[in-house]
């Protein structure tokens, strides 16, 4: 199976289709009156269905099982076709798609089966997906396309060389995928003042995004939000949220991490961990969403 543990849980719902065609108008009317020796063929049909793609993950070895929240079937005749409308929903971290056409797909084999005693030239046509919503597909934001963000490692250890730094490049690598470019790299040791100056040298100079990554832990010198917080306009406490929910979902240090993301003008200021998973992590939480930020901050710097 893929590994979707980086994703996060949004939303999902997809409709699928499958059309049945009948051979003669009689089956059409035996099923509108009830009168198919099997059953009801709606209602029978409309309950395979049901259980049907709740199996979908033991049929296809590569779906997850996942929570069906909501399903609904629904028909339509037109002549002697009669098309099967299949909807999902779910609010996990992968789509329900192939659940939607599975779904689909056992109504007409259960109509097929319930109606070929008294119609033999039944066929099943357009198994196909419809529409999906959900993912970050359906979360994609016009802003700028030329954001431009500088990193900063706080560490001791790291400055004085006696550390390599992975989670600032960490950072930017998930910052090239999102498209925002890193014009400023930097590494400092843990000095409010420092970290202080180059929040205000890179504000000043209309960077889009400051990103620094250590000194948001609990020890003597980890100073970054005592130096980042007074310089910040506003707080945005969801992103805050965001980021130790989703660490504290992965290992149970998370909760100890004072990470803080904020807006000084139009520019956005983050200090995350400084750990290497901590600050993949962290970004995974809230990137790319958190670029919706700049629609009103464009705004903002447009006025």
Do not use: W
């Amino acid at each position: 199976m893929v590994d979707i543990t980086a994703k996060n849980t949004s939303l999902r719902s997809a409709t699928a289709q499958a059309i049945l065609k009948v051979s003669k108008p009689e089956t059409i009317a035996a099923i509108k009156n009830d009168t198919v020796p099997k059953g009801n063929v709606f209602e029978m049909s409309k309950a395979a269905g049901l259980l049907g793609v709740k199996r979908t993950p033991d049929i296809l070895p590569d779906c997850h099982p996942l929570p069906i929240e909501f399903t609904g079937v629904g028909y339509e005749i037109h002549g002697l076709e009669i098309t099967i409308l299949f909807t999902v929903k779910t609010i996990y971290k992968t789509g329900v798609e192939v659940e939607a056409m599975h779904g689909a797909s056992v109504v007409a084999l259960n109509m097929y089966d319930m109606l070929k005693p008294i119609d033999k030239l039944i066929e099943i046509q357009h198994i196909k997906l419809l529409s999906k919503k959900g993912g970050k597909s359906d979360f994609k934001e016009s802003f700028k396309s030329d954001l431009k963000a500088a990193v900063i490692v706080c560490s001791d250890t790291i400055s004085a060389g006696q550390k390599e730094d992975k989670a600032g490049k960490a950072i930017i690598e998930k910052l090239e995928t999102c498209g925002v470019n890193t014009t400023e790299y930097h590494i400092i040791p843990d000095e409010k003042d420092e970290i202080q100056n180059k929040t205000k040298t890179f504000q000043k100079q209309g960077l889009d995004i400051i990103i620094f990554t250590g000194g948001t832990g609990l020890s003597a010198r980890d100073m970054t939000p005592e130096a980042i917080i007074p310089l910040l306009d506003r707080r945005i406490p969801g992103a805050e949220e965001a980021i130790r929910n989703y660490g504290q979902n992965r290992m149970p240090y998370a909760m100890l991490s004072r990470s803080v993301v904020g807006t000084i003008g139009s520019t956005l200021v983050l200090a995350l961990p400084g750990s290497t998973n901590g600050a993949k992590e962290s970004m995974d939480a809230i990137f790319p969403a958190i670029l919706h930020s700049f629609k009103v901050l464009k705004g903002i710097r447009h006025d």
